[in-house]
């Protein structure tokens, strides 16, 4: 192989991939690398897209990074196109000048070319097509078969480089699904009961720090053990939805609504006038019909600190109002404290 000490390549290149730094950084040195120590004119590397079955540059070398970029994806099934083949098939393949359509648009002057399937094994021994890494050369492709194959080795750390990316997205992408699932309620996407009450907590220590008041109200959704037997638990799903949807549609972006218990829903409204918003939200409600009969909701509107000091005291002050508005009739709302 050309230029640079095959080690000292290979020991710079384990660096880059053991720091911290972002994908495209890493994967840009290690573009660098394969011009200066494998002896090319010009490098890409491609993520392999399995879903969309296409390949994107992604880092390059030697070439005009606007005009690469412009050049666009390729498809993986592509059969013209010698990165689509060795994506496709997992064994490295030679070609000509002009059997890469990014290299040939760009003119490199290189009159062989070689690409390297990105190939990663995970803990099961399955391997997945990370890439290709696609390298073009002014005189001729090099021997790739000797013990001290640069190019290959680097191939595989870019590959390493890119399933550790890919690992740390989706670790990130599963605890940020965790986080919303331990504060959301998977069926509405409002706040669960447990974030609800920390909210109450939260927005109780304010209002007291500021000498303000705080609304709290609970909704009931009339008859709805009714609309299950009668509509079916999917129609009953999408009354819960729609309630939701309508809640959330209806209060302020400092108020916190939540679904509170199988057919209740909560809200957190800083000041004392939340039975402004509670009929409002039952007014929003009236066209809604399940089963061909109307749906209704009972509301109970407690304000703090004057129905409760607490959070506990406030939200057993809001049940019984809201058991009041359920016995004076569908589509009541009881208010504890007048304004």
Not at 18 to 37: I, P
Not at 157 to 186: F, H, K, M, N, Y
Not at 217 to 229: K, Q, R, S, T, V
Request: glycine share 10%; net charge negative; hydrophobic share 45%.
């Amino acid at each position: 192989m050309h230029g640079e000490d095959p080690q000292v390549t290979l020991l710079e290149a384990a660096r880059i991939v053991a720091r911290g730094s972002e994908l495209d950084a890493k994967l840009d040195a290690l573009c660098e690398h394969v011009l200066s120590a494998a002896g090319a004119s010009a490098v890409i590397v491609y993520l392999f897209d399995p879903v969309a079955r296409s390949l994107v540059p992604a880092a390059q070398a030697g070439l005009d990074a606007a005009d690469l970029a412009a050049s666009g994806s390729i498809s993986a099934d592509d059969p013209t196109e010698l990165v689509a083949r060795v994506v496709r098939e997992r064994w490295t393949e030679m070609g000509n000048a002009g059997d890469s359509r990014a290299l040939a648009d760009q003119h490199d002057g290189g009159t062989g070319q070689v690409a390297v399937p990105l190939v990663a094994t995970d803990g099961f021994g399955s391997e997945d097509a990370e890439g290709v890494l696609l390298a073009s050369f002014a005189g001729g492709v090099p021997d790739l078969s000797g013990p001290e194959n640069v190019l290959t080795a680097l191939a595989d750390l870019c590959a390493v480089s890119i399933r550790q990316a890919r690992l740390e997205s989706a670790l990130l992408e599963r605890a940020d699904w965790v986080g919303r699932l331990a504060t959301t309620d998977p069926l509405t996407g409002l706040a669960n009961r447990v974030t609800f009450e920390r909210m109450l907590e939260l927005e109780i220590a304010r209002a007291t720090r500021q000498e303000t008041q705080v609304s709290v109200l609970l909704f009931d959704i009339d008859g709805f053990g009714e609309i299950n037997a009668r509509a079916g638990a999917e129609s009953a799903d999408n009354v819960l939805r729609h309630v939701a949807a309508t809640l959330a549609g209806q209060v302020r972006l400092v108020d916190t609504v939540a679904r509170y218990g199988p057919d209740e829903f909560a809200l957190i409204a800083p000041g004392g006038r939340g039975d402004v918003a509670g009929r409002r939200i039952h007014a929003a409600l009236t066209r809604l019909e399940a089963g061909g009969q109307p749906v209704s909701i009972a509301v109970g509107a407690v304000v703090h600190p004057q129905d409760g000091a607490a959070g506990d005291e406030l939200l057993a002050a809001a049940a019984t109002a809201l058991a009041e508005a359920k016995r004076r009739g569908r589509g009541s709302i009881v208010v504890r404290s007048s304004p």
